[in-house]
């Protein structure tokens, strides 16, 4: 099967669908790869590159759709400013590959409908587990975030780290990010990078635990409400929880001197979170990024593609974050579309399966079918409980075998002790009752001990060598009143205990060592 890669002439549009690295992969998986002139320019990718590694460097838009029978796009068919509009150019040979937002985006829909082409849709990619290496709309989100923070900081009239010098002291800027999805996690890292004091605020209570991790503090209402909208996205929230919401941001726009936004709702227009009287709130010069401009923007007063200033902030409402680190995006891009190609069996295997969860959540057209929005699966049904006596529980016979040799070996040592008390002295019984008690508190200190922690016991087993060496120590006096052999242990209790105490400090000193720097 043949690739084709146009050329993007939206002046915004930077990035290319495919790379020379990854047509490398592609022609594994079989496939024709088939290049516009120019169409990785802008990408720091020349025409040559391509050539280089086997790709086909073609003329013009007409030739590249004559010649590939699928076709990769970063953006949907537009009209080029020569005048030529690739709807035109679209038979019923033709797959498009391409980000299309069927919800918003009905009347091109209906346009390729016509074509009877199979249109796939990378922003509908289920955000599933599976579906990870494919989520475009995930890593350009990441780099978008990331994007926005240095966007911010060239706008910003200060350090974001912290600094002291001889010319005087200036404190770290506060970053607040709305929104810790995939944008807003990259831009508290970004932000954390540069040295900024971070919050960060989302509906959604799971993302709490991301944020700190990210050495950010999590901000909260106090309302008790779940945000979590399915598959990654948050839902609209009642007017309860964004009263308390918006009053939160009131108090944050006191201190805060750039505020990233990020929140998005799929399929409707992007939910406005800073308010004018906020801008009006925030100290002159502070910087607002607003990611959702191209939905409407979450930002009162935002312009997509512009940069404004509103009470003395600017807002910036570019559109095109993650086209202008077009080198990496376009790595990332075509190495997102590699393994769905790959997912779709690649050039040999080639099929739409709608069985197949991903694939079917991203086919908009199959040949002109409309199969957009995709059904919604039912969750599997329970198997029916049935009511059962509980079993009566069996004894092993191991266990039963167990049990008789723990009553055997009670009974020779009851008889034991038995004859032991009736014929030893007295003072032997005292001391062997003694012997006895310490093996049995022994063994239950140490016996249940895991092996892997019985270095780190020594350290904490000196208190007990040290009664041990005082016991020791009045046996001593068995020497002048005969009693030689209790002495002589005595003698060897206190040997063995010390060098117990040694090892115990060394073993200590080794494990503080462990924990010290330098």
């Known amino acids: 099967m043949k690739l084709g890669i146009p050329k993007a002439t939206n002046p915004?549009?930077?990035?290319?669908?495919?790379?020379?690295?990854?047509?490398?992969?592609?022609?594994?998986?079989?496939?024709?790869?088939?290049?516009?002139?120019?169409?990785?320019?802008?990408?720091?990718?020349?025409?040559?590159?391509?050539?280089?590694?086997?790709?086909?460097i073609v003329e013009s838009p007409q030739a590249l759709w004559d010649e590939a029978e699928i076709i990769l796009s970063v953006r949907p068919p537009e009209t080029r400013p020569d005048g030529t509009n690739e709807l035109d150019l679209f038979t019923d040979k033709h797959t498009l590959v391409t980000m299309v937002r069927p919800a918003t985006n009905e009347e091109l829909v209906t346009q390729l409908k016509a074509k009877d082409i199979t249109l796939i849709a990378l922003d509908c990619v289920p955000r599933i587990t599976r579906a990870q290496k494919m989520d475009v709309l995930s890593s350009m989100a990441n780099i978008a975030g990331y994007r926005?923070?240095?966007?911010?900081?060239?706008?910003?009239?200060?350090?974001?780290?912290?600094?002291?010098?001889?010319?005087?002291?200036s404190p770290p800027a506060k970053v607040l990010v709305i929104g810790a999805g995939v944008a807003g996690l990259a831009a508290i890292g970004a932000a954390r990078g540069l040295g900024a004091v971070v919050r960060a605020f989302d509906v959604r209570a799971a993302a709490g635990e991301?944020?700190?991790?990210?050495?950010?503090?999590?901000l909260q209402v106090d309302i008790d409400e779940s945000g979590d909208g399915g598959g990654g996205y948050a839902k609209t929230m009642s007017k309860e929880f964004?009263?308390?919401?918006m009053a939160l941001f009131r108090e944050q726009a006191k201190e805060v001197d750039v505020v990233i936004t990020t929140a998005l709702i799929p399929g409707k227009p992007a939910p406005k979170l800073w308010l004018k009287d906020m801008l009006e709130i925030m100290k002159d010069g502070s910087v607002v990024v607003d990611l959702a401009a191209e939905m409407g923007g979450n930002c009162e007063g935002c312009v997509a593609n512009e940069v404004v200033q509103v009470s003395g902030v600017h807002i910036i409402?570019?559109?095109?974050?993650?086209?202008?680190?077009?080198?990496?995006?376009?790595?990332?891009?075509?190495?997102n579309l590699f393994h769905l190609l790959d997912e779709f069996g690649g050039a040999e295997g080639w099929e739409v399966d709608l069985d197949n969860e991903v694939i079917r959540g991203c086919t908009v057209l199959n040949k002109g079918e409309m199969l957009w929005p995709p059904p919604r699966k039912a969750p599997p049904?329970?198997?029916?409980?049935?009511?059962?006596?509980a079993p009566e529980p069996e004894v092993k016979a191991a266990e039963k075998q167990e049990g008789g040799y723990q009553l055997?070996?009670?009974?020779?040592?009851?008889?034991?002790?038995?004859?032991?008390?009736?014929?030893?002295?007295?003072d032997f019984v005292e001391q062997f009752s003694i012997f006895v008690l310490s093996c049995f508190i022994g063994w239950q200190v140490i016996w249940n001990v895991s092996h892997s922690l019985h270095t780190p016991l020594m350290a904490v087993t000196n208190a007990i060598s040290g009664i041990i060496i005082v016991g020791g120590m009045l046996q001593l006096g068995g020497f002048d009143d005969g009693h030689t052999v209790a002495a002589v242990l005595g003698a060897l209790a206190i040997l063995f205990a010390s060098i117990n105490i040694a090892g115990g400090f060394l073993v200590t000193q080794r494990m503080l060592k462990m924990f010290r720097k330098g």
Do not use: C
Request: aromatic share 10%; glycine share 10%; no cysteine.
């Open 148 to 169: 926005a923070v240095v966007e911010a900081a060239n706008s910003y009239g200060g350090f974001f780290s912290g600094q002291m010098t001889a010319a005087g002291k």
């Open 408 to 426: 055997w070996l009670g009974l020779v040592l009851a008889v034991i002790f038995a004859v032991i008390g009736m014929n030893a002295p007295s």
């Open 381 to 389: 049904p329970k198997p029916p409980v049935e009511a059962t006596p």
């Open 12 to 56: 915004l549009e930077r990035r290319v669908a495919t790379t020379p690295s990854v047509i490398k992969k592609l022609h594994k998986l079989g496939f024709t790869v088939f290049v516009e002139q120019g169409a990785g320019v802008r990408s720091n990718i020349s025409d040559q590159a391509y050539i280089d590694i086997g790709a086909h």
């Open 317 to 335: 409402g570019y559109t095109d974050l993650a086209s202008r680190m077009s080198t990496v995006a376009s790595e990332f891009f075509a190495t």
């Open 210 to 218: 991301q944020v700190m991790s990210m050495g950010a503090e999590f």
């Open 242 to 245: 964004i009263d308390a919401e």
